[in-house]
């Protein structure tokens, strides 16, 4: 393959790539980012069409982003193509409706600005685009849907179907499933996954309120679910609600003004009243978790790995650390003279993602499901909790790490002003 290869077409590709990413959502594309400063001859293959087609996850929900994928996105070069400014997160507000207190995090108690900043994933998805198109190590197909895929010690084989039906075959060293919750890769691979239908859906509108959200964000629990509002531009609001299965075909048909009042009766005021919200989508919720990371050749990052409720905002922040941890453990490997995809190197890249996603999948799931509680005594229990958080030194820096993606072996790109500093 040539050093610029990056185009969108249906152009013959080449048969044999170091590594071939299936899935240009999020992660997918991040990841294709991250790699091309390794100078591997990667392949990015997506099954959406592109420009009025983007990837189905570059839609309308607001992506509350850590401080560490923040840096690594501002690092990978994908920051600075992102149009609308990005909000800031200054304060976290979290809150159960009938309990007594709530913990209140602010960015200047840990010397921060702010603990990270929320964006349109439409605007993340654009700025993504905008910078594959500037790597000079990628070759892009799409529109192409990957049908079958066969591993072994030396290779990965993927079957790749254009729309017309023409279909070629691609060998590669390493084997990306960055192809979602629903991966076929993975279950191409007969590798297992545990589902738990959470039996709720999740709406997401913009909103406006008649106080400035002054860069807070907020968690609510209630026993109908959690809502979150997040802060954006223009004095916007994010706004997201869960609703349990059975009465999301009722809440879906509410005219705007039943669904602002549904908005702030599980909200509450602490934003004075909700003047206005925007159009609505929703999502079903569920946890998925693959059992293997890995496998002969092959490695899945973000969804495809696991997919979380999204009340912790936590399923991005999360793959884009497996994406960023995956791009070490390769730039190691390609350091030591090995070629990508050996299954020592694939372990060691299983091994350093595990005790990050367990406790983030311990976290988000714990979040969902505690708060549906509504036994007395676990309700005290919540509420001396969150009295007890307030005034436990280091829990809240604990905590506020966490939210910020400073989680166990953090990647050295997500470290972002730190790396600088340091090598300063
Ligand atoms: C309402 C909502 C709010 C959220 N809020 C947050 C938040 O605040 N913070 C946060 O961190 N996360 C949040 N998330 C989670 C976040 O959106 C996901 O974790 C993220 O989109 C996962 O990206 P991905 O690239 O792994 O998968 P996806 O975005 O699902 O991308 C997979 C891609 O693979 C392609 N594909 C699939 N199969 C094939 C195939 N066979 N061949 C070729 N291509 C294929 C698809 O077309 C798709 O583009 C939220 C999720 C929801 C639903």
Not at 398 to 416: H, I, K, Q, S, W
């Amino acid at each position: 393959m040539s050093e610029s290869e990056n185009h969108d077409v249906s152009v013959p590709c080449a048969s044999f790539v170091d590594v071939a990413i299936v899935g240009a959502g999020l992660v997918g594309a991040s990841l294709a980012c991250a790699l091309d400063a390794l100078g591997l001859r990667t392949l990015l293959v997506e099954a959406s069409a592109g420009g009025t087609q983007p990837a189905p996850s570059f839609d309308e929900r607001n992506l509350a982003l850590g401080k560490a994928s923040v840096n690594a996105l501002a690092s990978l070069g994908v920051w600075r193509h992102i149009r609308t400014a990005p909000e800031a997160i200054r304060r976290v507000h979290v809150s159960s409706r009938g309990d007594f207190g709530s913990v209140l995090l602010a960015a200047t108690d840990h010397g921060l600005d702010a603990f990270g900043a929320v964006v349109i994933a439409r605007e993340l998805g654009a700025a993504l685009e905008a910078r594959l198109d500037e790597l000079k190590h990628l070759q892009r197909l799409r529109p192409a849907r990957v049908s079958a895929v066969t591993s072994s010690a030396e290779a990965a084989t993927l079957c790749i179907e254009s729309p017309g039906g023409e279909i070629r075959e691609v060998r590669t060293r390493l084997l990306v499933a960055a192809d979602g919750s629903h991966s076929a890769i993975r279950e191409s691979l007969g590798i297992a996954a545990k589902h738990h239908d959470y039996r709720q859906r999740l709406f997401v509108a913009t909103a406006t309120a008649e106080r400035e959200h002054q860069g807070g964000a907020w968690e609510r629990f209630t026993p109908d679910g959690p809502v979150a509002v997040l802060p954006l531009g223009g004095g916007r609001l994010g706004s997201i609600c869960t609703v349990a299965a059975e009465q999301a075909d009722a809440v879906a048909a509410l005219d705007d003004d039943a669904y602002r009042e549904l908005l702030q009766s599980r909200f509450g005021y602490r934003l004075g009243r909700i003047n206005r919200v925007g159009k609505r989508s929703h999502y079903p919720l569920a946890l998925i978790k693959s059992e293997q990371l890995v496998a002969e050749r092959t490695v899945l990052v973000g969804n495809a790995a696991q997919t979380l409720h999204p009340i912790g905002a936590q399923g991005f922040n999360l793959g884009l650390r497996d994406a960023l941890t995956l791009a070490e453990v390769l730039e190691t490997a390609l350091g030591q003279g090995r070629e990508p995809g050996q299954i020592d190197d694939l372990r060691e890249y299983a091994r350093r993602r595990e005790p990050d996603r367990e406790e983030t999948l311990r976290f988000s799931d714990g979040l969902s499901r505690l708060f549906a509680i509504t036994d007395p005594a676990v309700r005290l229990a919540r509420s001396l909790g969150f009295g007890a958080l307030n005034g436990i030194p280091g829990l809240a820096e604990r905590l506020a790490a966490g939210a910020m993606g400073f989680r166990g072996d953090v990647p050295r790109l997500a470290l972002g002003a730190a790396v600088a500093e340091r090598s300063a």
